[in-house]
């Protein structure tokens, strides 16, 4: 596979991985913050905005329009929903000859769709809804994608982009949660771990393994080590060990053996960790940036090894 | 607002049965041909007298029984499903790229059986014709030895290769593949326009078009022995695999310039039905005169470049260094036999305007035969008595810059303006070389659904030719349409339009 088409096919799913958890955070949040009182419900969105955005805003600074304006249609900003489908739908582009007909006529529509939408065509009746709808197009994008591709290295170059950005938005709303439950004035309240499962597609999972019983720590359990869950950060780490296999086949080793020992790594790191260890002075925190820190290793290296060599190396 | 942004946008209506003729509707009298006007030039559907030409009754028949509400669902259907494909052409002006859907039109122009197989002969002659003409040029240089072509011409090409010269090339086919733009006469012949020998594209609308317009009139389709187009990335194939024999596994790229090319849809969708790979000037390298791409896995070889970047950008260390397209290196690993690359280089001086005046001359000097499809009549500026001669009837003649293509550089001057007709004539007098001025004849007009009813546009006819080891010409040609009403420029840059061709089977 050509090394650039392996860097359109990454990108294109990390984007799409980014616009599906955008909708859906989106959706969420739209449809529970009726249930908060105002004080909750803006101290929620301030941290819906630093997990998706990073920025760290005043609480009550702004209002749910302005934010969701901001996440899902501006396009001067590089983490909105319509921005992530556009970059999505560019890298696809780049791609045609390597994506089938469904794929891409399904993402084009999608955006096609998505693109003339606007604020003030959405407030008015439930604006919850249009995320929805995006949300399921995604998730049938999805399917489209699983079952039209061959599943070979392009289709885990996908798989890659998707859970490596994944585990780090998954990781980003986990870290906001946790850190915010140190804070005495506003540490989340029941109603937001339960909406942070939401977040997550977690609420029946988790109450399947763990009744409806609401407890931080066994969300945290869930959300980082459930070996099921497909969004939990366990789940993604073990796609992506499996598509760093699958992936460049014929590499030189040594090269591959770089990747191979990053990925083995992070996977150990995931496998054997346990909850207890983590809840106390920050422990969350910290598993975390090196969940993350690991991520960006292996992205450098997945690059140095199969997209970015010299040619001079291979010669 | 939100309740529409999931519906469904492609619906081209129920079911589409032939009607049994009823009463004929007359073009400039009866819906839904109301404002179809006949005029001069030969219209593709009606005769002089207004009764239907017979190859396009079953779509008469049809089209008396769809509304035009119907037939304008169908229209959008057609353009929802390029917009869904990304069927679109990028259009820079003032620095600013738009994406734009090519604009089509359903309803087919239908080309009989008699008639594909003179365009077919022609267009085979002519082919041959003018390959043996690039061979000679750029070997022993018999053609001008022998003064059948003025040496001034070609050398003074801007297309003009030199480091072609003494370079042999598959077959002796330096022309792989070819688009050209044949015209319909006031008389009703076909005659050549323009012979495209660079980078031809419009192919991939050629098959976009047919989906769609099957879809529109799937019974009309298939009571018309409708001959298939859809093997064209299979021939294609063939002939880029022809280029290189000596191996079992030939390994084929498509050379894109990129994703902002505005024939970039094609470049992807070419490389797709031929499941070759699609690549980019930064992915390929050249190394000991061998062209690799790289790969995920390493280095991979590429035997033939189906190279869609002008000369120009094909190689920074022979042609223009500041080119980014292109691969350094490329033009040296060609010269030594490592990598095919179609077109070869250096085609363009055969499809300059000015030598297009000599192709019929040159058909008799290769093969001794009359030309089968004949020019359309051309004054050479160079030529003192034809300066003159265009100066004077400049409000009658279409002048073109001899080395630009895609509707640049040209007057049209029956619809220009007493200023742009001053101002071109300067451009003449400082350079006469570079103009050649023809007659301006009423292209063909055919059936095109303009929204309101059915109306005559003037329509062009551009079939694909490939030539490798042998000469295959895929039944079928892009149609291209002046949208405007009277135009007769039918160029996608300048606000044409096109629609499927059905070439019948007998």
Known sequence: MLSRVADSLYWMARYIERAEHTARVLAVKLESMVEQTPDDSAASWARVVEALTGEKTLIGHQDAFVITRRLAFDRDHEASLVTSLAMARDNARQVREALSNEVWEHLNRLYLRLSPVTMDSIWVHTPARLFREALEEMHALEGVTYSTLSHGEGWYFLELGRHIERVQLIGRLLDVHFRAAADPVHAPKYFDWLVLLKFCTAWEPYTKRYTASIRPQKIAEFLLFDAEFPHSICFSVDRMTEALDRVAPGAPPARRAAVERLAGRLKAAVDFGQIDDLMTGGGIAAFLADITKQCEQIHKTLYSSYITYGAETVL | ?506
């Open chain 2, 1 to 506: 607002m939100q309740q529409e942004a999931f519906a469904s946008t492609e619906d081209f209506g129920g079911p589409d049965l032939v009607a049994a003729p009823g009463k004929p509707a007359r073009p400039g009298q009866d819906p839904p041909y109301a404002r179809y006007e006949l005029g001069a030039a030969y219209d593709e559907m009606f005769a002089p007298d207004g009764t239907v030409r017979p190859p396009y009754a079953a779509l008469d028949s049809r089209l008396s029984t769809l509304s035009l509400e119907e037939l304008s669902r169908r229209q959008q259907a057609c353009e929802q499903s390029f917009l869904h494909q990304g069927i679109t052409f990028t259009v820079y002006s003032d620095n600013r790229a738009t994406e734009r859907i090519i604009p089509t039109d359903l309803l087919p122009r239908i080309v009989t059986a008699a008639e594909w197989a003179r365009i077919e002969a022609g267009l085979t002659q002519r082919i041959i014709a003018l390959n043996l003409f690039l061979r000679d040029i750029y070997g022993d240089g018999r053609v001008l030895k022998d003064g059948v072509i003025p040496r001034a011409l070609i050398f003074g090409s801007k297309h003009y290769r030199r480091e072609m010269r003494g370079l042999p090339v598959p077959h002796g086919a330096y022309v792989n593949i070819c688009g050209s733009d044949l015209i319909r006469n006031e008389k009703g012949e076909f005659v050549v326009l323009e012979d495209n020998l660079r980078v031809p594209s419009g192919v991939s609308y050629m098959l976009a078009n047919r989906d769609v317009a099957r879809r529109a009139f799937p019974a009309v389709f298939r009571s018309m022995n409708v001959r298939p187009i859809e093997q064209y990335p299979l021939e294609l194939l063939a002939t880029l695999r022809s280029l290189a024999p000596f191996h079992e596994d030939v390994s084929i790229a498509v050379l894109t310039p990129g994703v902002f090319n505005s024939a970039y849809f094609e470049h992807a969708f070419l490389a797709r039905q031929m499941g070759v790979e699609l690549v980019e000037g930064r992915d390929l390298l050249v190394n000991d005169n061998v062209v690799y791409t790289r790969t995920t896995s390493g280095l991979k070889r590429i035997d033939v470049i189906y190279r869609r970047i002008d000369d120009d950008f094909v190689d920074p260390l022979i042609f223009r260094p500041d080119s980014a397209l292109g691969v350094p290196g490329l033009f040296n690993a060609y010269r030594a036999g490592n990598v095919m690359i179609a077109n070869a280089l250096g085609t363009g001086v055969a499809d300059d305007k000015a030598v297009y005046a000599y192709v019929p001359r040159l058909i008799r000097y290769y093969l001794s035969e009359e030309p089968i499809l004949n020019n359309v009549e051309t004054y050479l500026c160079r030529e003192e008595k034809a300066l003159s001669h265009v100066l004077a009837n400049l409000d009658t003649l279409v002048v073109k810059a001899v080395g630009e293509s895609g509707g640049y550089g040209m007057l049209v001057g029956p619809h220009a303006s007493r200023a742009e007709r001053e101002d071109f004539a300067g451009k003449l007098k400082a350079d006469p070389e570079n103009y050649i001025a023809q007659p301006t004849i009423q292209l063909s007009t055919a059936p095109t659904f303009v929204g309101n009813g059915i109306e005559a546009r003037h329509v062009d006819l551009r079939p694909f030719i490939l030539h490798g080891a042998e000469t295959k010409i895929v039944p079928g040609a892009l149609t291209r349409v002046a949208l405007t009403r009277g135009s007769l420029v039918v160029n996608s840059s300048q606000g044409g339009g096109s629609k499927d061709t059905w070439v019948l089977s007998q």
